[in-house]
């Protein structure tokens, strides 16, 4: 199964990170996970969330744009070379990586991944013995 | 087909010429005796009155410009004693000194017929109702629509700009059929509309006349598709009465000049020679009936051309083709003539709505031009190169219209200040 990513729009300036959590902690909304990519006029906050679809609804309220994408989500163990060995397998199914981040769980660590076909990809890993979270497997983590 | 004044807006070529020569004619000796400001122009070029015997003579009489209205503000231009006078309107004076123009009662009442006529080209009737979300006061143009749609017996709902829901309330409540206003506000009311959850269905507007702003057609395409309407430009300086010297008809091909009342020539800025007919260069008008504003050859720093090509309205009178923009408007970069409706008319056709905003400054002794747009919501994919990659094809698409290179920057939605009167597009830094 694939999770579900939001993106928003921010541009680089002062003070727009935090309107964007404002908007969130005001509706309860707890992120999971949250990576930021920087270009020299805007940024992209790409973000799991523990209830996506109110969390869309609140930041197009605010005036963000915001996008959703598929994304694998899978466990790397604490020990030398497990994300290798997970990488090992996109490598063998020729999966392209579009960017990856990573996040600590409540008991382990787990990379987030954005590939193209994200669900085709996600079966063929599967098949490989990766299983990657689901939505509801992101509440149990 | 539809006129308000069928016997002169499709009068032959003959009997306009005839009218013209006639109140020039008059017009001439009335500022030669009433305007010592512009006879004494006419006698340092060594003209006197009696020189002027036709209507080709009006290449021999100095031009007005802006600088003289401002040498001579306030009462310098004025050809009846100000007891004759009923009001004044002025310019926004986004360009300096305020210009005052003065109106006698019969000034008005022309200016009125000017803007019937508009309103009636645009589909008009007096079963209407004319929404005018113009700005009142001041400025020209809530007054100048106001007053057509009166003339012509509409009902007329004098909202002026400001507070753009209850504007959208009023167009549903009061089934406003016509809207007057700026093009920004246009664009500005039909993204409002649709954040309010209506769509172009929802209004019954049919018809919409916009001015006092340069616009491009594809913003023109743009609001006609949001609000359901048909999109009509009129034109006017505030110099010349406001609103209603031209304006357009259903052809949509330029704007008919009311000729009867307005003389209009195109000249080569620099020399100030005359142009023969299709050629762009200034726009010059001749106020040839108005008497307390009584302008002679006033230059209007517009750009654009003329044609006396058949229109498919009927109308005979003369169209000028929509200004590339006013001179004053025209930013010079690099050594290059830029005007902001040519960088619109790219960001229109990759997508984006009008929201933008035009920056140039000086750095290092060389010009920069930035251009400011909002990302629509639906180009937004998560991925930073294809942000890239739409920054860059306007970017292209810039330089190949301009021939100079612009920086873009996507901006967020909502970010760029709503204009409720003229937007203001362009902010130049620089020191010169």
Redesign the interface.
């Known amino acids: 199964m694939s999770a579900k990513?939001i993106?928003v729009?921010?541009?680089n300036k002062p003070g727009?990170l935090k309107k964007m959590t404002a908007a969130l902690s005001e509706a309860k909304i707890n992120i999971r996970a949250l990576s930021v990519?920087d270009?020299r006029?805007?940024g992209?906050v790409?973000m799991l969330v523990n209830d996506t679809f109110n969390a869309t609804s609140v930041l197009?309220e605010a005036?963000?744009?915001?996008?959703l994408?598929k994304v694998l989500i899978y466990e790397i163990h604490d020990e030398a070379g497990s994300l290798d060995s997970v990488l090992e397998k996109f490598e063998d199914l020729n999966i392209n990586i579009?960017y990856m981040y990573a996040f600590a769980g409540k008991n382990g660590a787990y990379m987030v991944f954005?590939v193209a076909k994200a669900e085709e990809a996600e079966a063929f890993l599967r098949k490989n013995g990766l299983h990657s979270l689901s939505d509801e497997d992101m509440a149990r983590v | 087909m539809a006129y308000y004044q069928e016997e002169i807006e499709c009068a032959s070529l003959e009997t306009i010429k005839g009218i013209q020569e006639e109140k020039f004619l008059k017009q001439v000796r009335h500022v030669w005796d009433n305007v010592p400001y512009y006879r004494k122009k006419m006698e340092e070029k060594g003209v006197s009155v009696d020189d002027i015997k036709s209507m080709a003579d009006i290449s021999k009489l100095p031009f007005l410009s802006k600088a003289d209205l401002k040498a001579a503000y306030p009462y310098g231009l004025l050809g009846v004693p100000l007891s004759e006078c009923v009001r004044i309107h002025s310019t926004s004076g986004t360009t300096g000194k305020r210009v005052i123009a003065f109106y006698t009662k019969e000034d008005i009442d022309l200016w009125d017929t000017c803007c019937a006529r508009a309103i009636v080209a645009a589909g008009g009737t007096k079963d209407d109702v004319v929404h005018v979300a113009y700005g009142y006061g001041l400025f020209t143009g809530g007054a100048g629509l106001d007053g057509g749609s009166h003339k012509l017996g509409c009902l007329t709902v004098p909202v002026s700009s400001g507070n753009t829901e209850r504007q959208i309330l009023f167009m549903m409540d009061l089934k406003a059929t016509i809207l007057a206003c700026t093009p920004s506000y246009a664009a500005y009311l039909a993204e409002s509309l649709s954040e309010m959850g209506y769509g172009p269905d929802d209004i019954p507007l049919k018809a919409g006349i916009f001015g006092a702003e340069a616009w491009s057609e594809e913003m023109r395409r743009d609001i006609e598709a949001k609000l359901g309407i048909k999109a009509y430009d009129i034109y006017g300086l505030t110099e010349l009465s406001g609103p209603g010297v031209s304006f357009e008809c259903s052809a949509q091909g330029g704007m008919h000049i009311n000729e009867d009342h307005f003389y209009a020539e195109i000249i080569d800025p620099d020399t100030g020679e005359v142009l023969p007919e299709g050629e762009y260069g200034e726009l010059v008008f001749t106020a040839l009936d108005k008497k307390a504003f009584p302008l002679l050859r006033y230059r209007t720093r517009d750009i654009c051309r003329l044609t006396r090509e058949k229109c498919s309205c009927g109308r005979t009178f003369i169209r000028m083709a929509k200004p590339k923009g006013r001179s004053d408007d025209m930013l010079i970069i690099r050594g290059v003539n830029v005007f902001p409706s040519q960088i619109e008319t790219v960001l229109m056709k990759e997508g984006y709505a009008a929201n933008y905003q035009i920056i140039v400054d000086r750095v290092k002794n060389t010009d920069t031009l930035d251009v400011h747009v909002e990302l629509m919501p639906e180009m937004f994919t998560d991925s930073v190169s294809d942000i890239d990659e739409r920054r860059r094809a306007l970017e292209t698409g810039i330089h190949n219209i301009l021939g100079i290179k612009a920086k873009v920057t996507l901006v967020a939605p909502k970010t760029i200040q709503r204009s409720e009167g003229k937007a203001v597009r362009v902010i130049d830094r620089r020191k010169i």
């Open positions: 990513q993106s729009f921010l541009e727009t990519v270009t006029d805007f992209i790409r197009n005036g963000f744009i915001t996008s994408k579009e954005r």
